[in-house]
């Protein structure tokens, strides 16, 4: 599923609106992933209308994955279908699952022209390499008033929202961090306090095992899960990374490249090998990595912020319960950052006025306060305040210390196919740790000289 790199802009761009938080979730990454399946819409190329009195009340289509579709998103679909009459517009969202089978259910949609209205995404940047370009979106950045105001510039202005200076996306979410998710009162049982490095991390993990309870929970089912640990690996390098990423975009370094990487899956399956994640991580879901850890039959679970809008709304006598720290690795002390989802416009949606309305509605102030007072989460959006949960409280510190770095993936103009399943064949015995970051470079090449990329020949 689930952008930007240096922690110190993302801090100065986002103050306007992570001063207003109080208490309270992608990505996007990545967040996403759930059961569901594709159903294709007839409703697409010609949405349908009704009259109610004078006012005309046209069909808003929207895909999304089954993850991303959860109590923000429903409270703004609520109010626009109680009020539709009103709006004069109705929203109609479909979901499917989401990970690698949602992104070609959407690749193959956009290939045969059947995208509906609307479509959330992994950001422009996304769209422009993994959908065939930006042909079947719109530039937004001037219709429905001068919504863009109401966004942090550090946010707008990466690639997740805007190509060459266009604006293709909505920001749509809230803003995310990885960390470990901890039950606090399975640590205060146990007796240990929040590790500061990794061997306490360690240690932590050897004394919840010798108490009977899972150490560390991998909901691996839910395949998008499990690079969420490996992903803090890049912070280990500790310096810039958009400059190696730049590199990489030219053919100069590689993946392979990176020893620490390498390392760091090495580290994740060592926590397999001594027991520390459960032996049933394969048949385990993301669901069920919730469940445990609000409960306390697991202590941790590594995800980011957007983990606790579902435990608040499945568990809400037990959010309070959970904590979080980062990934305690020795090199850096940051976390990754994740820019929020992009709700993006297709050209299916071909009513110019109607779209002016539904950005208009969308993007104020107003509706997007509906949006956080339902799900919670960290703001990304201006003159809208959230109340956090001591989860997300947890890691917006790392936040406002200048603790964060966008996510490693953003500046790279090429996927580099599907790590959880290489990471998955190298805990499984199938590959080396160094076969992983080979078979991304494989793939970065692959997609770069499909786009006949020149320092590709």
Known sequence: MKKGLVASSMVLGLSLVLSACGSNANNANESPSASGAASPTSEASAPASSSSGNQEVKDITMLMFTDWYKSGIQAIEKDINDNADKLGFRLKIEKIAGGAA????????AAANE??????????????????????????????????????????????????????GIPFDSVNINGVFYNKKVFEKVGIQIPQTYQQFLDALAKIKEAGITPLYLPAKDTWTVNM????????????????????????????????????????????EKGYIQKTYLSDTYAGAQKAV???????????????????????????DIGAFRVPFDEDQNATIYMPFNLSVTDQFADKDLLAKF????????????????????????????????????????????????????????????????LLDFFLGAKKAEDVLKAMDDEFAKNAKAKQDPNWK
């Open 102 to 109: 949602g992104e070609q259910i959407y690749k193959a949609r």
């Open 115 to 168: 995208l509906p209205m609307l479509i959330s995404t992994y950001g422009t940047k996304w769209v422009k390499s993994e959908m065939g370009g930006l042909t079947h979106f719109q530039e937004i950045g001037g219709i429905g008033g001068d919504w863009t105001q109401n966004y942090p510039e550090s946010i707008l202005n990466t690639g997740t929202f805007t190509d060459e200076g266009k604006v293709y």
């Open 229 to 272: 640990f490996d992903h803090e690996g890049w912070l280990r390098l500790n310096q810039p990374l958009k400059p190696i990423m730049d590199k990489i975009n030219i053919n100069e370094t590689h993946f392979a490249d990176q020893s620490l990487l390498a390392d760091t899956f090495t580290k994740h399956k060592e926590l397999l």
């Open 294 to 320: 609000a409960e306390g039959t697991a202590a941790m679970t590594v995800n980011a912020t957007w983990m606790i809008d579902n435990i608040a709304k499945d568990y809400p006598d037990k959010v309070a």
């Open 359 to 422: 950005i208009a509605y969308f993007t104020s102030p107003a509706t997007q306060q509906k949006f956080y007072d339902a799900q919670g989460g960290i703001p990304a959006i201006k003159n809208v305040t959230s109340k956090l949960q001591p989860a997300q409280e947890d890691l917006k510190k790392l936040l406002d210390e200048g603790k964060t770095v966008g996510f490693w993936g953003d500046p790279l103009n090429y996927s580099w196919g599907d790590q959880n399943a290489y």
